[in-house]
């Protein structure tokens, strides 16, 4: 499914329009991109959270050479799926 269907999926469940719904949708994104940015942790219980994570510098190997490349430091984004959400991606009730 990609943005688009997803709009219109989440427009037809809402009694909405798909306009209405995609500012929704953009302004989701954008909070959750702040909060994601600031280090603070969103999430939506039983659904998913983001949070940040940071990844330590590390030596890693080139697969084409083996030489050892190093990795640096980095902030990354950790995405973790819900309880009701696996269970739904399980195919459980």
């Known amino acids: 499914m990609n943005r688009g269907e997803l709009v219109s999926a989440v427009a037809k469940k809402a009694g909405t329009t798909a306009t209405a719904t995609d500012q929704v949708l953009n302004a989701i994104i954008a909070v959750v991109s702040a909060e994601v940015a600031a280090g ?6 039983g659904f998913i959270s983001f949070e940040t994570a940071d990844r330590p510098a590390r030596t890693g190997r080139n697969p084409r ?12 984004v950790k ?13 459980e009730k």
């Open 65 to 76: 050479t083996g030489e050892p490349v190093k990795i640096a430091a980095r902030r990354a």
């Open 40 to 45: 603070r942790k969103v999430s939506i219980p």
């Open 79 to 91: 995405v973790t799926a819900g309880s009701a959400l696996k269970r739904a991606a399980a195919g």
